[in-house]
């Protein structure tokens, strides 16, 4: 159990967090068909998606609406009106996805109602769904953000169950937290297929971002959730929800749909792959699959090999709550010990974290305390100071604009679990001999020698 | 001067060009087109100052403002120094909802005197965003304060997002570095070679590209504006004698202002392509004479130019074997519409199309000498219309910036970055030299036959 410390300093130096409207953005990107919409100022777009753009190294299909000093005063309706009608007239999106910012927020911007006069105003618009997510820059970060969207998402897209219409057993949903790589969902599909089962994961960056080649040029976003397949959620007959922040969201289906739910707050290391796949078999019916039982032991000998080099290891690890839970809570199943914790955001759930106490800060407060470790695991940002400190350092979470493949990196399930044991275990490796001084008589018959 | 005034200010520029040309009435208008919600892109006025301040590397620069605008943009662009690294530390208030309501002014002071105490930085420029210039935060007021209390120059920088474009954001850096920091410090070594260079951001180490071709002709730089800069020689930059503006439009009226305030003229110039280089030591020795230096500084720059281009005429013909008859798209804008088309041209490359977005009158003329009257001049190109040209073999490759990167990628033609975002530096004779060898590398590297060939199954 660890404590929930925040930072007492006026100055964040060396941001950590990420905005909440960049997390919800984010978000929007897993969708098929969608331009997502940040109400704000044009420099609320641009930064977010050049941040998007060095990680996926792919085009982002972000917009603004632009809202200058005027529009601010007089109110955002006429600029979120415009920029709805020129992206439907301009790319035809099947989901138009709206993140507001601070600047609107701060303003006390009636979206939602200005969004149902738009429809009102505009029939020709029927055919594009509107999906609106609350995300202030000031509330929360990237995590945040994302939650609220994929809630808004479920809430606005998704469809009661008719009545009498049969639950389909086969077709559980998956709703993926913003910890999850393109190369995560592939890996938890697989998993799930394996069992029988079909997914409909939510939000589906592995459709968007896996990085991949269309044949021809689209400008909204290529592959991802279809729209039809939200509305048709709520005939699941399972909803998995990965990182706790998608729990409101499962929550929302499931008053809305009756879609029961499963909740996994982390899915690295043995024993939650374990419980993800002991709850797809009972839930299927099915024995565990060879393939399955073979990967397993194979993260089962790669703990093996690797252990060595975990053992007492101290970790400075920085993060959105969700993948610091992932992280840190393997790292120590791994031997290594979790010395210095820097988390975005309060949430009670990074009590579970088994170190001392998280502080929520910057990277500058993680420097501070990451003195003397053995290893640094955070997002880009933290090159300098892993520099500065001589730190091993693992790159994980969002943005990773130093290395080609963020979006096939894999952390979850035996495969993943099994990929980040030889990928920290080999940093650790390289950095981790003893060092014992030569003897002094050695050194002296050397130097008469 | 509140900002409205400022930008009604700054938008009046009789130094620009493309104002010039102008009526009085379309001028007064200013020239920030209004953006098309929904069809925009690129950086705020926020953006656009800390672009133009941030390279002033002994300051420390401070975000006021929600996480947004410091969380998601620092640590994004490569403008190198020679030694202090405090600029690249991204320092924000990090507003929250409690700050929103009860008002960020307290705040903001608190992190000025943490900053003021751990860093002893000669400066904190202090950056007004979005949010705190709504709830009515007075930037100006604490930053005044808070340079009495901490004796250290806290300079505001108000030029938030919705103000405007990154253009206008450079244009109000300008600005503040006339009303807080240009003139505020005077050097004890003045000579009579000594300018500065406004507009040069030093990215991936282009200042240092061409500072030496500076240094064999005896000519000193004052300061820098603000490429690899410190803060007291931006400080003392009034005490140059010319001052040599780099592509930027933006920064005009920074150079334009320097001269009606401290009699130091200016030209106009770039350092992309070889006659333009030769152009700018050229144009900057005889101003330089004309201001006092020894008359033989002219023979001596015209010496210098002589053996620099048949250096580098010579090294860039091994690659007129890989580029001649080659056709390029170039998507760029602005001088980079043309100035390195010579040296393109020379080695027997086509241009099939060069943008002019955001070119001068002066910059399309430029075209016309080059490639006649017939220059394939275009304005924007649709990216579905530029995807459709590369991917049907119309260009070879496409010279642009990040934003249409993947346009050409996808298309599965090679693509060259010659905007701010890239990671090679190109600037003066050996930047020509290495653009040139980027692009052969490109051209030929091995994996466009590959990436294009259809899997074999397919047909």
Same mark, same amino acid.
């Given at each position: 159990m660890a404590r929930i410390v925040n930072a007492r300093k006026s100055c964040a130096t060396n941001p950590l967090k990420m905005s909440a409207p960049l997390g919800g953005a984010m978000a929007f990107m897993?969708?098929?068909?969608c331009l997502p919409l940040l109400h704000g100022s044009q420099g609320c777009t641009a930064f977010g998606l050049v941040l998007l753009v060095r990680h996926f190294r792919e085009g982002i299909p972000f917009q603004t609406t632009a809202m200058n000093e005027v529009t601010t005063i007089m109110g955002g309706l006429d600029n979120l009106e415009q920029a709805i009608l020129n992206i439907a007239s301009r790319t035809k999106p099947r989901i138009v996805g709206i993140c507001s910012t601070g600047l609107v927020e701060t303003r006390g911007e009636d979206i939602p109602g200005d969004m149902r006069l738009i429809r009102q105003r505009h029939p020709?618009?029927?055919d594009t769904a509107l999906v609106f997510a609350s995300t202030p820059?000031?509330?929360?970060g990237m995590e945040e953000g994302w939650a609220a969207a994929v809630t808004a998402m479920v809430e606005t897209l998704a469809q009661p169950r008719r009545a009498r219409s049969r639950r389909e057993r086969g077709r559980i949903n998956l709703l993926a937290?913003?910890?999850?790589t393109p190369g995560d969902i592939e890996e938890l599909r697989e998993t799930i297929e394996a069992f029988g089962l079909s997914a409909t994961v939510?939000?589906?960056?592995?459709?968007?971002?896996?990085g991949h080649v269309p044949e021809q040029y689209i400008s909204t976003t290529f592959g991802g959730t279809k729209v039809e397949d939200i509305a048709g959620m709520?005939?699941?007959g399972l909803t998995i929800a990965v990182g706790g922040h998608m729990l409101a969201a499962a929550q929302a289906l499931h008053a809305k749909t009756g879609v029961p739910y499963v909740g996994f707050?982390?899915?690295?290391g043995l024993g939650p792959s374990d419980h993800l796949v002991e709850t797809l078999a009972d839930y299927s019916g099915?024995?565990?699959?060879e393939k399955l039982r073979r990967q397993r032991s194979q993260l089962v000998d790669a703990m093996l090999d690797g252990h060595f080099f975990f053992g007492a290891k101290q970790v400075a690890l920085a993060g959105e709550p969700d993948l610091m839970l992932a992280l840190g809570t393997w790292l120590t199943e791994m031997?290594?010990?979790?010395?210095a914790l820097v988390a975005t955001t309060a949430q009670?759930?990074?009590?579970?974290?088994?170190?001392a106490e998280v502080l929520v800060g910057d990277l500058d407060d993680l420097e501070a305390m990451a003195?003397?470790?053995?290893l640094l695991i955070t997002h880009s940002h933290g090159r300098g100071m892993a520099e500065r400190l001589g730190l091993p350092f693992y790159r994980a979470g969002f943005?990773?604009?130093?290395?080609?493949?963020a979006q096939s990196q894999r952390l979850v399930g035996y495969r993943g679990t099994r990929d980040l044991i030889f990928a920290v275990g080999n940093l650790l490796m390289e950095h981790g001999h003893d060092h014992v001084p030569v003897a002094p008589s050695r050194r002296m018959s050397h130097a008469a020698a | 001067m509140s900002l409205k005034a400022k930008i009604a200010d700054v938008f009046q520029?009789?130094?620009?060009a493309t104002n010039r040309a102008k009526t009085e009435t379309v001028r007064k =208008?200013?020239?920030? =087109?209004?953006l098309t919600p929904g069809a925009a892109a690129g950086g705020c006025a926020f953006d656009g100052a800390k672009i133009a301040?941030?390279?002033? #590397? $002994?300051a420390a620069h401070l975000v006021h403002g929600p996480?947004?605008?410091?969380?998601?943009?620092? $640590?994004?662009?490569?403008?190198?120094?020679?030694?202090? #690294? !405090?600029?690249r530390s991204g320092f924000t208030t990090d507003l929250s909802e409690l700050d929103i309501i009860h008002g960020g002014e307290k705040k903001l002071w608190k992190a000025i005197r943490e900053l003021a105490e751990r860093y002893r930085p000669p400066a904190i420029f202090v950056y007004q965003t979005c949010v705190p210039a709504m709830i009515g935060d007075d930037v100006v007021k604490v930053c005044k304060a808070a340079s009495d209390k901490f004796a250290l120059s806290v300079i505001p920088? @108000? &030029?938030?997002?919705?103000?405007?474009s990154k253009n206008l954001g450079n244009k109000l850096a300008g600005e503040t570095l006339l009303d807080?920091?240009?003139?505020t410090h005077e050097p $004890? @070594?003045?000579?009579?070679?000594d300018i500065n260079i406004i507009?040069?951001?030093? !990215?991936?180490g282009e200042l240092w590209q061409v500072l030496p071709l500076f240094e064999r002709l005896g000519i000193r730089l004052?300061?820098?504006?603000?490429? $690899? *800069?410190?803060y007291l020689e931006v400080a003392s930059?009034?005490?140059?004698k010319a001052n040599l503006l780099v592509c930027s439009q933006a920064l005009i009226t920074l150079a334009r202002k320097m001269e009606e305030r401290y009699a130091i003229p200016f030209i106009e110039g770039s350092f992309y392509g070889i006659t333009d280089t030769s152009n700018v030591l050229r144009g900057l020795a005889g101003l330089l004479v004309r201001q006092?230096?020894?008359?033989d500084l002219l023979e001596r720059t015209e010496a210098l130019i002589a053996s620099e281009e048949a250096r580098i005429w010579r090294a860039l013909e091994c690659f007129r074997p890989i580029l001649s008859g080659k056709k390029v798209l170039l998507y760029t804008g602005g001088h980079k519409s043309w100035s390195i088309v010579s040296a393109l041209q020379e080695l027997g490359? #086509?241009?099939i199309k060069t943008s002019v977005? =955001? &070119?001068?009158e002066g910059d399309k003329e430029r075209i016309k000498d080059l490639m006649?009257?017939? *220059?394939p001049m275009v304005d924007a190109i649709p990216p579905r219309e530029m995807y459709r040209m590369l991917k049907e073999g119309e260009a070879d490759i496409m010279l642009s910036g990040g934003r249409t990167q993947f346009v050409a990628l996808k298309a599965k033609r090679p693509w060259l970055d010659i905007n701010q975002?890239?990671?090679h530096a190109y600037a003066g004779y050996d930047g020509t030299l290495r653009l040139v060898e980027r692009l052969a590398l490109a051209l030929s590297n091995p994996i466009w036959e590959q990436v294009r060939r259809p899997a074999p199954w397919e047909n």
């Open positions: 897993g969708l098929d068909g020709e618009l029927s820059d000031y509330v929360g937290g913003c910890h999850l939510l939000p589906d960056l592995s459709g968007s971002l896996d709520g005939n699941a707050d982390r899915l690295t099915r024995l565990v699959p031997g290594a010990e979790l010395k009670p759930r990074l009590e579970l974290l088994p170190g003195g003397g470790c053995d943005p990773q604009f130093d290395r080609l493949g | 520029e009789p130094g620009c =208008k200013g020239c920030s =087109k209004p301040l941030q390279p002033i #590397t $002994d996480i947004g605008c410091e969380g998601n943009g620092w $640590d994004n662009r490569h403008s190198a120094s020679s030694g202090p #690294t !405090l600029y920088v @108000d &030029a938030p997002g919705f103000a405007g807080y920091v240009i003139g $004890d @070594d003045v000579s009579a070679q507009g040069d951001f030093n !990215l991936v004052r300061a820098s504006l603000t490429g $690899d *800069a410190r930059a009034h005490r140059a006092g230096a020894q008359p490359m #086509t241009i977005r =955001k &070119a001068t006649g009257e017939e *220059a975002e890239r990671h």
